[in-house]
């Protein structure tokens, strides 16, 4: 049972952007943390961005900093990822993920995957 799907994934130049989006699918996630991470060919998953229940408070991974902006709407359950300057480098695949706002909560709900790729 799919619980997030994520959209917005595609091909773009090197500099272009894309905006990632997540949905909720079948229950609700507005008041879970939320998370992007992603998936490069031959890499493991990593943590890209992740934004808190309320959406006051964001946390990025070094490498996307000043470029990518996560954002939400709670109203329609839904998380962004706003990707500006892409580089080569940002080529994977991006999941969406969600958990309880609990100390220790890992993230243990996820989407499918969106495919990013930027062409140099």
């Known amino acids: 049972q799919v619980e997030l799907v994520e959209s917005g994934g595609g091909l773009v130049q090197a500099g272009g952007s894309l905006r990632l989006s997540c949905a909720a699918s079948g229950r609700s996630f507005s008041t879970f943390e939320k998370g992007w991470f992603r998936q490069a060919p031959g890499k493991q998953r990593e943590f890209v961005a992740e934004?808190?229940?309320?959406?006051?408070?964001?946390n990025y991974a070094d490498s996307v900093k000043g470029r990518f902006t996560i954002s939400r709407d709670n109203t329609k359950d839904i998380v962004y990822l706003q990707m500006n300057s892409l580089r080569p480098e940002d080529t994977a695949v991006y999941y969406c993920?969600?958990?309880?706002?609990?100390?220790?909560?890992?993230?243990?709900?996820w989407g499918q995957g969106t495919r990013v790729t930027v062409s140099s």
């Open positions: 934004i808190s229940w309320s959406g006051s408070l964001t």
């Open positions: 993920a969600a958990r309880r706002p609990v100390i220790n909560e890992e993230y243990n709900h």
